[in-house]
């Protein structure tokens, strides 16, 4: 079993910042890819980046140019960098650890293990 714990989500207005943390127990986060997601009310899981255990970089059409992911192993962190941020932004963001490396990396499915989110709201 894994554990992720999301923080930095909050409130900020349009064309605004934030930094998702998201920080894994164990010892075996460097096998994982990572992987953050976010849902809206009312709406699927969907995907927003992707980051594998080389890590090679994944990102929605909608968020590319604008997040940014990345990884550090030595603390066990995934963080998701947010830039010019849009109110269609907001949603729980929930981090997810695939220990497979599965095929289908867009896809919640894939992923074994999530945190509980965080919210993340962008005002107009």
């Known amino acids: 079993q894994v554990q992720l714990v999301e923080s930095g989500g909050g409130l900020v207005q349009a064309g605004g910042s934030l930094r998702l943390s998201c920080a894994a127990s164990g010892r075996t986060f460097s096998n994982y890819a990572m992987g953050w997601f976010r849902q809206a009310p009312g709406k699927d899981r969907e995907f927003v980046a992707r980051?594998?255990?080389?890590?090679?970089?994944y990102y929605a059409d909608s968020v590319k140019g604008r997040f940014t992911i990345s990884r550090d192993n030595a603390k066990s962190t995934v963080y998701l960098q947010m830039n010019d941020l849009k109110p269609e932004d907001t949603a729980v963001y929930y981090c997810?650890?695939?220990?497979?490396?599965?095929?289908?990396?867009?896809?919640?499915?894939?992923?074994?293990?999530w945190g509980q989110g965080t919210q993340v709201t962008v005002s107009s």
């Open positions: 997810a650890a695939d220990r497979d490396g599965g095929l289908a990396l867009r896809s919640a499915v894939s992923y074994d293990y």
């Open positions: 980051i594998s255990r080389s890590t090679v970089t």
